[in-house]
């Protein structure tokens, strides 16, 4: 890392040569108009620009954007200039080099400027508008413009931009607030555009240092593993906020603007060349990867932004693709080949909004030649079980499904309502699933405002009204709340429930296999005169349930195994802007309306020590889900406040939630266990979500001669009965695993 106060001198060219780049990012540069993958794109961009040209009013420019004491809009209408001039500055558009059409924009940035952002203004509202909103799109403006814009006029501008965000590394109304995270990201972003549009050497040295936080000796740096607070975590986490999982939402942020900073610079003086750089570029395969089913971006790392109607799962998948898309065009092999690999696997399978339907100009450049690469394989969505320890969540995927639980605890928020948002984001952390099949659109459209949120799946909850949130992020008192895997094929999640503001009580397990997901409750307590239920799903379909005897089938979705679950069809309807009221980012009043179908578990008013069962077969057909219900695969070993497990061809596993033993498996101690027998080889995983045991003895109930295979922080005792000991502590929740053998590899009498 280099200070920013030593820049390297510019050569003469070196402005001209930043700014063809950075308007080459924001129009797609020089393309063959003509070409008919073109025609899509630049019919677009020439049509929102013309309506918002049209709709312009001189002196009040947009009678829906009111101006007068809301940021928001401020934001909102220097975002629609942008637009109109990115297509002023795009080849093949009806605005192209339009002297009319710039006078407009120009004329609407000095509307803007002399009212609403000047460097003499003091922050009002969210502050997130003044140094981030505004001047993003305002330094992106100025660099379309160029020289269209006068010397004073590029003054004044860049002024306001350096009044609000003079760098990346403090938040100027709080200049005590060091930034982190994706608004550290953005804020470099903006500075590095800033930068280009005033020839700014001393601006773009700020922008690349601010990514790495020279400052302040890396401690915020988007390119190191955080320990706390905001970041990218070992385990592939990503929290914002101090507390929340936020990897589709602020970790999207964040790898949009390292992408768009790093190309910017890339090959200039100014090049983002730190060596920590691997750890955003290890995280599109680590962090981002295992949450995208098919194109979608889960919500179960969005937060509130799920609420939000026109950023949904499919919208953000696709600022994903984009994201990756760019930032393989500067990193070396092998992540350049592996980034294009992916991405063509998710617009390929993305049919939920196909890419090339939506993309913007420089989007469909980049993608088409990705497409066209013959000798480009897409790559296949990940199979595999993903515990992201950090953020307590959990993801199952195989072929053709994916199951996402999200979890919370004393480290990791339920749910975070604010400026408006996700007001009815009560239970979203309190193990909800979300299960993705063939139906790519099932969250994406219209899921949030029409799902009862008392209902959501897989939560236990009291059924008790709620007011809406305002201003809130929850965090609950359990310790518990994580997951262990298996050879990162097999795995156990686990949550201890403890109710918001309620006394409801419970001890959760979701047990992943090759086929099905197992559920368990125990220990469901609450004593405060109301109704306690947990639901099985709650799916919006059209499609005419099935039940029988034990079990459930709905077409499209897969099969249900459970006892004592009941059913409702009904069709709900409700409001975008009732759960979503934020400045920009505020839903249709317009109603809207979705058929559903519930199965849930009535646990009575005020039970004690309840519990339930049930069996997920996604993508399972009536007759597979009939016969599973018969052979039952898949034991039920416990069910307890002390113990849960099950057991299925050779795999164990076990949420020991005191020292007790089941099977071959006995512990000291609270963990999770899971056990898979394969002849003569027993594979072992064992993890602490509660973060409380140190160590944890683990006493086997079948023989092994050799230890094949173990983490540095296992050791085994071998014999008749095994003993492995696990050092627990400070390992945050990870799992641990041995391999062991009853056989002493290279001896003749046991064989290879």
Request: proline share 6%.
């Amino acid at each position: 890392m280099r200070p920013s106060d030593v820049p390297r001198p510019p050569a003469p060219h070196d402005f001209e040569a930043l700014r063809a780049t950075a308007v080459t990012l924001l129009t797609g540069g020089e393309f063959d108009a003509s070409d008919p993958v073109y025609v899509r794109p630049l019919a677009a961009l020439s049509g929102r620009a013309a309506d918002w040209l049209a709709q312009m009013v001189p002196g009040l420019i947009w009678p829906d954007l009111p101006l007068e004491g809301r940021p928001g809009n401020v934001t909102g209408s220097y975002g629609r200039l942008r637009l109109i001039a990115t297509a002023w500055a795009t080849s093949g558009t009806a605005q192209h080099g339009d002297d009319a059409v710039v006078a407009k924009v120009v004329e609407a940035l000095d509307v803007l400027h002399e009212r609403h952002y000047n460097a003499a203004l003091p922050e009002t509202g969210n502050w997130w508008f003044w140094e981030i909103g505004t001047p993003a799109e305002l330094a992106r403006t100025c660099v379309l413009l160029g020289d269209r814009l006068d010397e004073g006029r590029l003054e004044a501008y860049l002024g306001a931009i350096d009044r609000f965000c003079p760098d990346a590394d403090r938040r100027a109304g709080w200049p005590d607030a060091s930034e982190s995270g994706a608004n550290r990201a953005d804020k470099a972003a903006i500075v590095a555009f800033r930068g280009v549009a005033g020839r700014s050497a001393g601006k773009l040295a700020l922008a690349r240092d601010g990514l790495s936080d020279v400052r302040d000796g890396g401690r915020h740096s988007v390119f190191g593993y955080a320990d706390s607070g905001d970041g990218f975590y070992r385990d592939g986490s990503f929290i914002q906020h101090g507390d929340l999982a936020y990897t589709g939402s602020y970790g999207l942020s964040l790898l949009i603007a390292v992408a768009e900073t790093v190309a910017l610079l890339h090959g200039s003086p100014w090049e983002v060349d730190d060596p920590g750089r691997r750890v955003v570029l290890d995280a599109v395969e680590r962090s981002f990867a295992p949450f995208v089913h098919d194109g979608l971006l889960m919500d179960t790392v969005r937060g509130r932004a799920a609420t939000r109607q026109a950023f949904s799962d499919s919208v953000a998948g696709h600022g994903l693709i984009g994201a990756v898309l760019l930032l393989a065009q500067s990193s070396p092999e092998p992540y350049r080949s592996r980034f294009r690999e992916l991405a063509k696997g998710w617009i390929e399978r993305g049919r939920a909004r196909p890419y090339l339907d939506h993309a913007n100009v420089p989007e469909t450049r980049r993608a088409v030649a990705v497409l066209d690469d013959k000798t480009l394989e897409a790559a296949p969505g990940p199979v595999g079980h993903f515990v992201f320890p950090c953020m307590d969540r959990v993801v199952h995927r195989r072929p053709g499904w994916s199951l996402a639980i999200s979890l919370s605890s004393q480290r990791i928020a339920a749910y975070e309502a604010i400026n408006g948002e996700n007001l009815h984001g009560w239970y979203t952390g309190d193990g909800m699933t979300y299960l993705y099949g063939s139906d790519l659109g099932h969250y994406g459209h219209d899921y949030w405002p029409t799902v009862d949120p008392y209902r959501l799946p897989g939560t236990t909850v009291d059924t008790r009204r709620r007011e809406d949130l305002s201003f809130r992020a929850y965090r609950p008192a359990n310790a518990w709340a994580g997951g262990v895997a298996l050879e990162g094929r097999y795995g156990v999640a686990a949550m201890e429930l403890v109710g918001d503001g309620v006394s409801l009580r419970a001890r959760k397990s979701w047990f992943c296999l090759d086929s099905a997901v197992v559920a368990l409750g125990s220990g469901i307590t609450g004593s405060d005169g109301r109704t306690i239920e947990t639901v099985v799903d709650n799916r919006a379909t059209g499609a005419r349930p099935y039940m029988g005897d034990g079990w459930a089938h709905l077409p499209g979705v897969g099969g249900y195994v459970f006892d004592g679950a009941r059913m409702l069809v009904e069709t709900r309807t409700g409001r975008w802007r009732d759960i979503n009221a934020g400045d920009d980012t505020a839903g249709a009043f317009d109603p809207v309306t979705r058929p559903y179908v519930t199965f849930w578990f009535d646990h009575g008013v005020d039970p004690v020590d309840a519990g339930y069962s049930y069996v997920l077969l996604p993508n399972a057909t009536r007759e597979r889900t009939r016969s599973f219900r018969g052979s039952r695969p898949v034991r039920v070993l416990s069910n307890t406040d002390r113990l849960q497990a099950v057991e299925t061809r050779g795999l164990l596993g076990a949420t020991f939630w005191a020292a007790g033993g089941i099977g071959l498996v006995e512990v000291d101690a609270p963990c999770m266990v899971l056990l898979r027998r394969a002849r003569e080889r027993l594979i072992l995983a064992v993890a602490d979500p509660s973060r409380t045991v140190d160590v944890v003895t683990i006493t086997l109930g079948r023989g092994a001669r050799w230890v094949a295979r173990a983490d540095d922080t296992v050791s085994v005792r071998t014999g008749k009965v095994p003993v492995v000991t696990v050092k627990l502590g400070g390992s945050l929740g990870r799992s641990h695993s041995v391999e062991l053998t009853s056989f002493v590899p290279g001896n003749p009498r046991y064989g290879r």
